[in-house]
């Protein structure tokens, strides 16, 4: 009867382990995920900044992207 009750808790035991790896591995995965959302995001708004930048105090920044438009 001791050797069921031990069996029946390590089972229980080493299924509470692996639960709890398989979720750490999903989170992990999620953070991955929000990092490359948040470097594409970060990207998107500096490549924003630096136009903003250049139309603002370059001249010839207009003309050079209207001519990259065209083509």
């Known amino acids: 009867m001791k ?11 080493l299924r509470y382990v692996l639960r709890l790896m398989d979720e750490n591995v999903d989170i992990k ?9 948040l470097a594409n995001l970060e990207t998107d708004d500096l490549e924003n900044k630096l136009k903003d930048f250049f139309k603002k105090y370059d001249p010839k920044f207009k003309d050079q992207e209207e001519n990259q ?3």
Request: proline content about 0%; aromatic content about 14%.
């Open 3 to 13: 050797k069921i009750f031990k069996f029946v808790l390590l089972a229980l035991g």
């Open 29 to 37: 995965i999620q953070i991955k995920k929000l990092r490359n959302e």
């Open 69 to 71: 438009e065209d083509f």
